[in-house]
């Protein structure tokens, strides 16, 4: 697989590191992948990397490394400058919440799936009624676990120049805002199922 396997020389400092980068679903690799190697071995975050080759300044993340004229073995050359250790520790902060975030989503999607099946008929009709009200608590419980990380990120207070930090938290806040409006919607659609089953039974009561 030569060709979605690249092994390049990157300068960076006094230090020159071999770099290999392999492509995703067998693709050639991309910027962004030598990008995220470079993160690993050099710990300098993406956004204050700056990668040169042959005098030019790389920045197109998405494009192939071949339609930059790399090939293995070429040279290249990255300046940038390593956060802090007080900003690394606020960043593994904020990705030990990205996984609590995760963690709970992976929580949510299982009870839309239960919703869906439970739509479908994949649960007795008397059964049905008990099952939502349960997946109600769950969601709700989701709920506010997302409302605590939300308080705990607002309260984070970062540095202006802790840049690479204050990216990740207004991207954690966004993604923690969906996944709120996304209980609210498999909450009105456990609702809405509700009232159509109680309508139902009403309905064969009355009859």
Do not use: W
């Amino acid at each position: 697989m030569a060709e979605n396997t690249v092994t390049v020389t990157v300068a960076y400092g006094s230090t020159k590191h071999s770099i290999t980068v392999t492509g995703l679903d067998g693709n050639e690799p991309i910027l962004k992948d030598l990008s995220d190697a470079l993160v690993q071995v050099t710990g300098v975050p993406m956004p204050a990397q700056k990668l040169i080759f042959k005098g030019k300044s790389l920045k197109e993340m998405e494009e192939s490394l071949s339609s930059f004229g790399i090939k293995p073995g070429c040279k290249l050359m990255m300046i940038g400058k390593r956060n802090s250790p007080e900003e690394e520790s606020e960043l593994k902060k904020l990705k030990d919440i990205e996984k609590s975030v995760e963690q709970t989503a992976k929580k949510l999607e299982k009870v839309d799936g239960e919703l869906t099946g439970l739509k479908n008929g994949f649960l007795a009709k008397d059964l049905q009624a008990e099952a939502l009200g349960r997946m109600d608590q769950r969601v709700k419980v989701a709920s506010e676990q997302f409302m605590k990380i939300l308080e705990q990120v607002d309260s984070m207070t970062l540095p202006e120049n802790f840049g690479d930090c204050r990216m990740k938290k207004k991207g954690l806040v966004k993604t923690v805002q969906g996944f709120l409006a996304q209980c609210d919607k498999i909450e009105a659609g456990i609702l809405d199922h509700l009232a159509k089953i109680q309508s139902k039974n009403l309905a064969l009561a009355d009859s």
